[in-house]
T-cell receptor
Framework: GAVVSQHPSRVICKSGTSVKIECRSLDFQATTMFWYRQFPKKSLMLMATSNEGSKATYEQGVEKDKFLINHASLTLSTLTVTSAHPEDSSFYIC???????????FGSGTRLTVV | AQKVTQAQTEISVVEKEDVTLDCVYETRDTTYYLFWYKQPPSGELVFLIRRNSFDEQNEISGRYSWNFQKSTSSFNFTITASQVVDSAVYFCALELGGANNLFFGTGTRLTVIP
């Protein structure tokens, strides 16, 4: 079945530094990748949608300069949290699909803690 | 506008009991897809089922079953003979036909007590 690998699973960083999270589709080509944020005991909030080779489309209220998304290949998308602050601490999870009509495969998530 | 409502925030059952998780959706589209995902404590989302709006047949997969009723805009999920390993947060989600994103409900946290 389709597998999406997300790394790291946990990261602790100092306030003001940047953190990169990788999302890879291992056995399929992901034309679209999605990045979600999940607060404790809350639902998944879509942050942005990225199509390979194009700029990401950000949801309203999500700062594109703070959450940099790159989808340079059909198997890799990255989310960089720039100048991280404690309020950015959250669970980030990616999803990928091969195209319209295909299913969504989720990564295992990254727990980011900014101290 | 589209919306997915999971009114049950938390449910606790004793092992071997049956439990039904409710999902009510709203959309004006006639073509759409409904999903259920399981999120265990480890965090990943595990796909359980995808159902299109034209297929109202109920589905059974082992201890899991789903009841799709367009008349009430519901897509409920039942676990029979629950087990401790079923403890997780369960999300219902909606995808509109031709769209490229999912609308998630707020999730139901199921705790199965041994």
């Amino acid at each position: 079945g389709a597998v999406v690998s997300q790394h790291p699973s946990r990261v602790i960083c100092k306030s003001g530094t940047s953190v990169k999270i990788e999302c890879r589709s291992l056995d399929f080509q992901a034309t679209t990748m999605f990045w979600y944020r999940q607060f404790p005991k809350k639902s998944l909030m879509l942050m942005a949608t990225s199509n390979e080779g194009s700029k990401a489309t950000y949801e309203q209220g999500v700062e594109k300069d703070k959450f940099l998304i790159n989808h340079a290949s059909l198997t890799l998308s990255t989310l960089t949290v720039t100048s991280a602050h404690p309020e950015d601490s959250s669970f980030y999870i990616c999803s990928a699909r091969a195209g319209l009509g295909w299913g969504y495969t989720f990564g295992s998530g990254t727990r980011l803690t900014v101290v | 506008a589209q919306k997915v409502t999971q009114a049950q925030t938390e449910i606790s059952v004793v092992e071997k009991e049956d439990v039904t998780l409710d999902c009510v959706y709203e959309t004006r589209d006639t073509t759409y897809y409904l999903f259920w995902y399981k999120q265990p404590p480890s965090g990943e989302l595990v796909f359980l089922i995808r159902r299109n709006s034209f297929d109202e047949q109920n589905e059974i997969s082992g201890r899991y079953s789903w009841n799709f009723q367009k008349s009430t805009s519901s897509f409920n999920f039942t676990i029979t003979a629950s087990q401790v390993v079923d403890s997780a947060v369960y999300f219902c989600a909606l995808e509109l036909g031709g769209a490229n994103n999912l609308f998630f409900g707020t999730g139901t946290r199921l705790t199965v007590i041994p």
